[in-house]
Structures are given as C-alpha cells and as structure tokens.
C-alpha cells in the first residue's frame, strides 16, 4: 500500500491534487489501521521537545515565555500581556461590517449554546432516598487561541461564549503575539464582546505549560481549552497526564471527511476539502465516493480551485497528504468514515437521511450539498473546538458541559433509612467493610 505520509520531496507548488487513492473493498484490516493514522509519533520526537519546553517554563517562568516568543514568533517583548485600554484600541480598526459580522456569530453561537444549560429533576428512587445532579462552573479555565499561519478570533468565540454561560470565575486567554508585538484587531473586538479585559501574549506548547504551572504574569488554571498543532497538542496530553490541570480533549491539526455520491457537486466538495487544507501543511482531507467519476471530477476541480487561493501553498501540501477512497456505496463509505473518526464529516449526497444513524464517530457533521464546514467554522451557531486524530471515537467538542462540574447529592429522610439501610448493610458486609456498614446501622437504631 502506498504510504501517504511520505515526505514530500519537492515542496515547489503547485501540488497535483489528493496524495493517495485507495479501492475500501482491497484494502486488508492492517492498511485500513494505517491509512486512518494520523499525527502519530513513534520516535516520541515532539514529545522529548515539548517536555523540555514545560519543564523550562515551570522552571523560569515568564523569562523562558519571552525567551520563546524571541525564538518561535520573532518578537521582543517587554510584557505579557495586553490590557483593556490597549484591547480597545486593537479593536478600533475594525470596519463596521467586519464587527457586524462578528456580532452575528457571537449570537448564533450564543443561543445554540444557552440551550446547554439546564438543571436536572431530582429523582427519588425509593421512599425517603432522593438523589439529584447540580451544575458547578469550572473556577479558572485557560483559553488558547492559536495564532501562527493564520489567527483565529473565531475560536476566541467557541471557547469564551461556554465559558462565559457556565460562569467560570477566571478566564485565562493566551495567544501568540504577532510581529507586532501585539494580537489581531479581530481577537481584540471578541475580547470587548466576551467582557475579557486581559489577552497573555504567549503561544505553543510554552502557552499550555504557563497556565497549567502559572508564571509571574499568567495565573495557573484548573482545565485547558482550545485546538493547537502537535506541539500544543502533546502538550495538553502531557499536562493532563502529570498534573491536576484537566484539559478539554487532545485536538490537534484539522481534518475532514467528505462523503459523496452521483448527487454531490464536485466543485462544491473539492471547495470543502481545500476549506480544511488551508488551516495548515498538517490538516488532512479525506474524500470518500461511491464513484470514480466523482473523484475525477473533484481532482479536476481542485486543480483549478488551488492554485486561486492566498494560501495555495500550505493548502497544496496538505492535500498532497490526503487521498480518496472509493466504495461501493453509501453504507461502505460510513463503515470507513466510523473506522477514520473525523473531526468534521461532510454528507455530500442528497441521501443524507438515509445513512446519519449509521454515524458512529464524529465531532461534527454537515449534512446536505448545501451544507459547507465553514458554517461550523464561523457562524451557524454550533461549536467547532473538536476532537482530531480519531479522538472523535471518545470524545465530544466543547460545548457548556465542558465548564461545569456536575456534583451529585442526596438526602436520606428517617423512614429513608429505614428503606435503604438493610440493603447497604448487607452489600456493605458481604464486601467486609464493617465501617460502612456501622455507618448506617447506628443510623438505623437511632430512636
């Protein structure tokens, strides 16, 4: 089987569309389980580099932060931070239309994510034992906006509107300062809407390990959020796996699959699959159809499309890395699509109805010819922080869940011990904890 993650000799462009094709029905159960890898490191090479990198900024704190901005992003910073009165004046450059836009994302967003938010029954499950659920907001949570090839103030969006609705106490925002010593204008104005008057300028790997730790400038959190390359990514797995500091979910490089049959439009899916390209020479996509005539017809289109875009060059190498899958029809396609576990999944068929409960692993899915990734991305209201490299197996996206810790109770009232207290006595002894059941038989005695 042809290896598609082969390194890419000649990084001249243009790049002569998707990198691999592969016949489902040929491929062995061991090429399918490497076809699907993505992101993998098996010399752990990135994660002896961002080890060192958490070890030096928990050792040196903001020094090793402004050492790194100096190495990584070419700046020389005198602060970490930028304050409300500076965030404003960031945010003044914006074009009325450009704040409008943002403006209608922050609502969308808004509303599909208030709906999250609800309070649970309280359930008695005998006479006298009532047991119920209440919602905690998560007291200091750390935002990273990525900012290298290209920034995102829409993450900003996705992460501080749950945020803000669960109503955590702190929240923390790190992102990668750009060449002037600043951030976007656009991340700025999602500042003033998300009522966030301080944005810590650090990026990477050395952002996840400040608000993991905290330094002289960056508070310490109790969980990280928000997507990143592979460093960030190894990083939030390594901070969760050697502190109390949780994170969100391991969401690395971008990637999508699309499904398309005869219905779909080539020049519709080749778009979708250069959308997910362009965030970086690692993202992935992945093009599954029920017919060579479509795949033709969506390299032809990618040909064209490519070499039209500002970015053709990382989109290039990234689709250079993908590949298509031919199958014999739509159920096949989603047997690859669970097997892959996207993070984002494109239902290009006018068939859609006929397949979305065979969906078993995904972060997100767009269903109809109508439907682009883009919307997720941006506007349409739901959340597009997701989980990648076959995480969608486990995990779900962000959402308000993601903020609050959901703390059980219960109350036993007298004629309730009564009820319950024989059968815990019983389970109690049987386990030999004689505290526990001691516990319930004084209760029980009580008069």
């Not at 000799?9 to 002569?16: A, I, L, Q, Y």
């Not at 460093?231 to 939030?236: E, G, L, R, S």
Request: charged residues 20%; aromatic residues 6%; negative net charge.
């Amino acid at each position: 089987m042809k290896d598609i993650n082969k390194e890419i000799e000649d990084n001249s462009f243009p790049f002569r569309g998707l990198g691999g094709s592969y016949r489902y029905s040929e491929l062995s159960f061991e090429e399918l389980k490497k076809l699907v890898q993505r992101n993998v490191d098996p010399a752990n090479e990135i994660r002896a580099i961002v080890e060192e990198v958490i070890a030096n900024v928990r050792e040196r704190g903001d020094a090793a932060l402004i050492d790194y901005a100096h190495k990584f992003d070419k700046v020389e910073l005198k602060k970490l931070y930028l304050d409300k009165t500076e965030l404003e004046e960031l945010a003044s450059a914006l074009l009325p239309e450009q704040k409008q836009a943002l403006q209608t994302a922050y609502q969308n967003i808004k509303k599909f994510h208030q709906t999250q938010l609800k309070a649970e029954d309280k359930v008695e499950t005998m006479p006298g034992v009532t047991c119920w659920r209440e919602l905690r907001p998560i007291e200091r949570v750390g935002l990273y906006i990525p900012g290298g090839t290209a920034v995102l103030p829409s993450t900003l969006l996705m992460l501080g509107i749950p945020a803000q609705i669960a109503g955590c106490h702190q929240i923390v925002v790190c992102s990668p300062p750009q060449k002037n010593g600043k951030v976007n204008s656009f991340i700025a104005y999602v500042c003033q809407l998300l009522g966030i008057d301080k944005i810590y300028l650090a990026g990477g790997s050395q952002a996840v390990a400040a608000m993991a730790y905290g330094t002289q400038t960056i508070p310490a959190v109790d969980k990280i959020f928000g997507p990143g390359n592979q460093f960030v990514t190894k990083a939030k797995t390594i901070i969760q796996s050697t502190t109390t500091c949780a994170i969100d979910m391991p969401a690395g490089p971008s990637e999508v699959l699309v499904i398309a049959d005869e219905t779909a439009n080539p020049e519709f899916v080749a778009a979708d699959l250069l959308a997910q390209a362009e965030h970086g020479a690692d993202s992935q996509s992945i093009l599954v159809a029920t017919s060579q005539t479509i795949i033709d017809a969506t390299q032809a289109a990618l040909d064209k499309q490519l070499p039209t875009l500002p970015r053709a060059e990382i989109a290039g190498k990234a689709i250079a890395n993908s590949y298509s899958v031919l199958v014999n029809d739509l159920q096949q396609a989603m047997q690859f699509s669970n097997l892959y576990a996207p993070e984002h999944l494109i239902l290009a068929t006018e068939n859609w109805q006929s397949i979305t409960n065979s969906i078993i692993n995904a972060g997100s899915v767009f269903l109809g010819n109508l439907t682009p990734e883009s919307v997720g991305d941006y506007a349409s209201g739901t959340n597009h922080t997701l989980p990648t490299s076959a995480y969608a197996r486990a995990y779900s996206g962000v959402s308000v869940d993601s903020f609050v810790k959901k703390i059980t109770f219960q109350h036993i009232t007298p004629d309730g011990i009564q009820n319950i207290g024989p059968t815990v006595e019983i389970l109690a002894e049987l386990e030999g904890l004689h505290a526990h059941k001691n516990a319930v038989t004084l209760r029980m005695n009580k008069k």
